[in-house]
């Protein structure tokens, strides 16, 4: 498997020649069939720049590892989310070709022009602005050709690299082949823009219809699906700057702006259970007509109603500063069987949120703190679902979004209107009469179930049938000490019997018996000896 990466393509060769030049040791190891337990990521900087020079595929890799704060440091998340490909424009004459190609009509026959300058290139594709045959601006996404190659290529690569990592403590412990395809699967999903589009107009549906806020006031680019195709994407052009580039004055105005911001994530996350997972400041504008848009929409969370609940109960066990809660939800949030120790869990947690008791809570950085929560759970190896880290980076983002363009922002004071109707959702749904419906269903199978359950209790207790099935954890190391206890008694009372009798056959005038005395004092000592020395190199003297 090492040697099938190493010996077989320029492409590979590259890639460890790229590891090996930035002197990242783990992988060193892993390329090279040595030993590779305890891997060593190379500091922030060093990995952001070995992904910026592996190319595009390694750049989108690290922009979708910076949505896992659940498994790697504040750090290298901070580093990873600012990762940019650097990668020249496609010369426009094979971005035309890739237009005609994706069109079902003559070029000339949908658009009135088209800038041939990109507005923005990305690692996947670039940005065109285009004018309609019938006036209308739009936006083109244009697919970088021959990107889904060199993709395939790179995902081979990853896989069997996953793979060997497998083979180590690190990759048991977090599933890395999992992981592998968790993020190469989203990787060929941005390769079909058609994906995108359709996670655009399922947000602007959404948000069209929310109570919170203004629709009025928030834009979502609308869709031209007659156009999109697998490589070509064509939405509405938005005029406008970025939100951090905006020209409001008004204090009013800023709060005002940071308020719908709010309430439309706040929206996504807690009510729709679908959000918009990289709101980062290049993707939320303020447009020319004073309203705020969200573009780029191709990364998208999804959150169960459970999960919504449990992760509601988790930001006021935060405020309440509640270490008991944060570790109880932690692990019900978690997947897979739980092995953690609880005690453990729950003093880290304290430990942590006693930094924070000093604090008001407009001081309180809720994202800062969701980060510290992840990292705990992390260190006690508790595994938890991806679609929390796109929640984290997603609600660490909006929280840094909005405090650069409002230091005065509480994100407490935003929350407070609305968890009322949170939890009236969450309790009941908007659907009262069905929600009701249900639970009279529930109770009815109860009370129907329960009287048989109860006589099939008390007949077992009566014919002495009952039986408890008790599993207690973590008592094979007491049974062991026990038996190590027990085995050091013996010998020591053996030994004391042997120095016993022979002290007896010391006094006795029976010189024939000095021979027996002598053997049971050198077995005495010698027994003796060897119980010093295991008792030793135990290192428990106490």
């Avoid at 077989?8 to 060769?13: A, E, N, V």
């Avoid at 980062?280 to 573009?295: E, K, M, R």
């Avoid at 953690?340 to 003093?347: D, M, Q, V």
């Avoid at 005038?509 to 060897?530: D, Y």
């Amino acid at each position: 498997m090492v040697f099938s990466l190493t010996q077989s393509s320029s492409r590979q060769r590259e890639i460890i020649e790229i590891v090996f030049s930035n002197g990242w040791d783990f992988m060193k190891s892993l390329l090279t069939g040595g030993k590779a337990d305890k891997p060593q990521i190379p500091p922030p900087e060093v990995f952001r720049n070995i992904l910026v020079e592996l190319g595009p595929f390694y750049v989108k890799l690290g922009q979708l590892l910076s949505t896992r704060p659940d498994l790697l440091p504040p750090k290298y998340i901070e580093a990873l989310t600012a990762l940019q490909a650097k990668v020249p424009t496609v010369p426009w004459f094979e971005i035309e070709q890739t237009i005609r190609q994706q069109l079902s009509s003559p070029l000339e026959d949908v658009f009135q022009e088209i800038n041939p300058n990109p507005i923005a290139a990305g690692s996947i594709a670039q940005i065109h602005r285009a004018v309609l045959r019938s006036g209308q601006a739009v936006a083109l996404k244009v697919q970088r050709p021959g990107i889904d190659q060199i993709v395939a290529q790179d995902i081979a690569l990853i896989k069997g690299i996953a793979e060997l990592a497998a083979l180590t403590e690190f990759g048991q412990d977090y599933d890395v082949i999992a992981l592998a395809k968790e993020f190469t699967k989203a990787v060929q999903a941005e390769l079909d823009f058609r994906t995108e589009a359709g996670y655009t107009d399922q947000l602007r549906r959404n948000l069209a219809k929310s109570s919170w806020f203004d629709q009025q006031k928030l834009t979502i680019p609308e869709i031209y699906w007659e156009l999109t195709t697998e490589k070509l994407l064509v939405m509405e052009w938005l005029d406008g700057k970025p939100l951090l580039e905006a020209e409001v004055t008004s204090e009013k105005q800023r709060q005002a702006i940071t308020t719908i911001l709010f309430r439309a994530f706040f929206q996504q996350i807690f009510v729709d259970g679908f959000f918009h997972a990289d709101p980062h400041p290049g993707n939320i504008f303020y447009l020319d007509s004073q309203t705020v848009a969200l573009i780029d929409c191709g990364m998208i969370g999804r959150l169960d109603p459970r999960t919504q609940k449990l992760l509601t109960e988790m930001l006021l066990a935060i405020v309440d500063m509640d270490a008991q809660s944060c570790a109880q939800l932690t692990l019900e949030l978690s997947e897979g069987a739980h092995t953690t120790n609880i005690a453990r869990l729950e003093a880290n947690y304290d430990r942590l949120l006693r930094k924070y008791y000093d604090r008001s809570l407009t001081q309180l950085n809720f994202s800062e703190v969701f980060y510290e929560i992840l990292q705990v759970a992390r260190n006690n190896k508790v595994k938890l679902p991806g679609n929390l880290g796109l929640y984290a980076k997603s609600l660490a983002n909006l929280e840094g979004v909005a405090r650069s363009f409002n230091p005065e922002v509480n994100l407490l004071d935003e929350i407070k209107p609305l968890i009322t109707d949170i939890f009236r959702r969450q309790l009941v749904g908007d659907t009262p009469f069905q929600t009701m419906f249900r639970t009279v269903l529930d109770l009815k199978t109860i009370s129907l179930r329960s009287p048989r359950q109860i006589d099939v209790i008390l007949d077992r207790l009566s014919s002495e049938t009952l039986q408890w099935n008790l599993n207690l954890r973590e008592l094979d190391g007491l049974r062991r000490s026990i038996d190590d206890s027990a085995n050091r008694l013996s010998f020591s009372i053996v030994v004391g019997s042997l120095i016993m009798g022979a002290a007896i056959i010391t006094i006795s005038p029976n010189r024939q018996l000095m021979i027996v005395n002598e053997i049971l004092f050198a077995a005495a000592s010698l027994l003796g000896l060897w119980l010093i020395i295991s008792i030793l190199r135990s290192g428990r003297l106490k």
